[in-house]
């Protein structure tokens, strides 16, 4: 009889997590209760290994400040799964903590949760026969937030980047890693659903300082050069630069103006145009941020002013791996059926998942059953069939087709072409 009939092979894998259920409950539970924000997740991680004991497991490696990894198996295929730890502010929140208003509002702690159980289950109930590593990476400080906390880390030399994964990739943890499976809330949803293929975009931050010379607003204007009026000529042409913006390229130039002048008898010396631009291309990103300096410089320079420009690069654009979704989908469908699929949804949000998938296959499947808005204060999870027992049985599935048919991995692995080398993500980001 063949065992690994998927419906069959679904099926049992899915009995074995419903048994499992109600810990996991607890688990999500206690971590919801213990929000960090990113870097500070001290709290999380004993849990999140005090966890790992239940299964036998435990600390595999540390990565940089509170994150770490937990391992079984080995040799290749090489499966890493990711699970974020930090939470975010939200004062509001009911669970929001009393020191810096963390909350859980993007369902972080159920990441740990179903990434740490797929991990433990499967190697409970795992074939001895078959060959293969699974790497659990728990990373700290995905949200985009507290960024001068960040900043002291930086100068301390604890930390290289200000997103857990950009350290983790600086630090090259996933250079053994044939493709990284990773989850994440949808929010909340009418039916039980499972997202595939969804996309992020990207973002650079930039401030630019305009530079003019002050002088009396009202007796000598002549005498001066206006730092708001080279501001503003520079808001005109990135407003006529728009109508270039492809739609398929999901362009955002997000601005805001964080100093408008010194004193109002006073020609303005110096101003500040600071924001984002976003974009779910790569490359459309570099070019349209290109030609906004460009035309910051010359506007700044038609009024005889200058433009120093200062550009952080923030998060890639998440582009997932296809055939890895490929591989998810019947086991998807058996969980929500074909209608409960939400297929290929762009989205103008960003996160560092995106880097990992310039370097590596990379997959981050959605999960239904939360309710509230996300980075709301009424965010939770209302069912956790659909946000912890589906997530875990899907996982187990893939597992169990990848580690039976090693062939679909260097299937992935060839096809894959990595966007970017190591060398220059570290130029992008001055290292
Ligand atoms: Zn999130």
């Known amino acids: 009889m063949n065992t690994h009939e998927p419906t069959q092979h679904n099926r049992l894998w899915l009995q074995r997590v419903l048994a499992f259920e109600q810990t996991m409950n607890t688990w999500g539970n206690e971590l919801f209760k213990i929000p960090e924000l990113g870097f500070k997740e001290i709290k999380t991680r004993e849990k999140i290994l005090s966890y790992a004991?239940?299964?036998?497991?435990?600390?595999?490696q540390d990565f940089g400040v509170n994150g770490f990894s937990i391992q079984i198996g080995e040799g290749h295929p090489h499966i890493g799964l990711v699970a974020e730890l930090d939470a975010l502010v939200v004062p509001n929140h009911p669970t929001a903590s009393i020191d810096d208003h963390a909350a859980h509002s993007c369902g972080h702690h159920l990441q740990s949760v179903i990434m740490l159980s797929a991990l433990g289950l499967y190697n409970q109930y795992r074939d001895p026969k078959l060959k293969g590593t699974i790497t659990l990476f728990c990373v700290?400080?995905?949200?985009?937030i507290n960024l001068d906390y960040r900043k002291t880390l930086r100068d301390e030399g604890k930390i290289t980047l200000?997103?857990?994964k950009q350290n983790l990739l600086i630090e090259n943890a996933f250079k053994d890693v044939d493709l990284i499976l990773s989850a994440h809330t949808m929010g909340?949803?009418?039916?039980?659903?499972?997202e595939l293929n969804s996309r992020l975009s990207g973002f650079i931050y930039k401030k630019i300082h305009f530079k003019g010379l002050s002088s009396h607003a009202a007796v000598?204007?002549?005498?001066?050069?206006?730092?708001?009026?080279?501001?503003?000529?520079?808001?005109?042409a990135i407003a006529f630069l728009r109508e270039s913006f492809e739609e398929k390229d999901m362009v955002r130039v997000h601005l805001m103006s964080s100093l408008g002048g010194q004193s109002v008898n006073t020609v303005p010396s110096h101003t500040i145009l600071e924001g984002y631009v976003r974009s779910i291309n790569p490359d459309s990103l570099k070019q349209i941020n290109e030609r906004i300096n460009t035309a910051s410089h010359?506007?700044?320079l038609a009024l005889a002013a200058s433009a120093d420009i200062e550009d952080t690069p923030g998060y890639l654009p998440l582009i997932q791996d296809e055939l890895i979704n490929e591989v998810l989908r019947p086991?998807?469908?058996?969980?929500?059926?074909k209608q409960g699929i939400l297929d290929h949804q762009l989205s103008f949000a960003s996160g560092d998942i995106g880097d990992l998938s310039m370097f590596k296959p990379t997959i981050q499947f959605g999960f239904s059953g939360c309710s509230g808005r996300i980075h709301g204060d009424d965010f939770k999870m209302s069912s956790s069939q659909e946000a912890l027992v589906n997530p875990v049985a899907l996982c187990l599935s893939v597992f169990d087709d990848l580690f039976h048919d090693p062939s679909k991995v260097t299937k992935i692995?060839?096809?894959?072409?990595?966007?970017?080398?190591?060398?220059d993500f570290k130029k992008l980001h001055k290292l």
């Open 53 to 60: 004991k239940t299964f036998g497991l435990k600390l595999h």
């Open 140 to 144: 700290a400080a995905e949200e985009y």
């Open 162 to 164: 200000y997103s857990g």
């Open 188 to 194: 909340s949803t009418d039916q039980p659903m499972i």
């Open 220 to 236: 000598a204007p002549h005498l001066g050069i206006n730092a708001l009026n080279a501001m503003n000529l520079t808001q005109n």
């Open 298 to 300: 010359h506007s700044a």
């Open 331 to 337: 086991h998807a469908e058996a969980l929500v059926g």
């Open 413 to 423: 692995t060839q096809h894959f072409k990595p966007k970017i080398t190591l060398d």
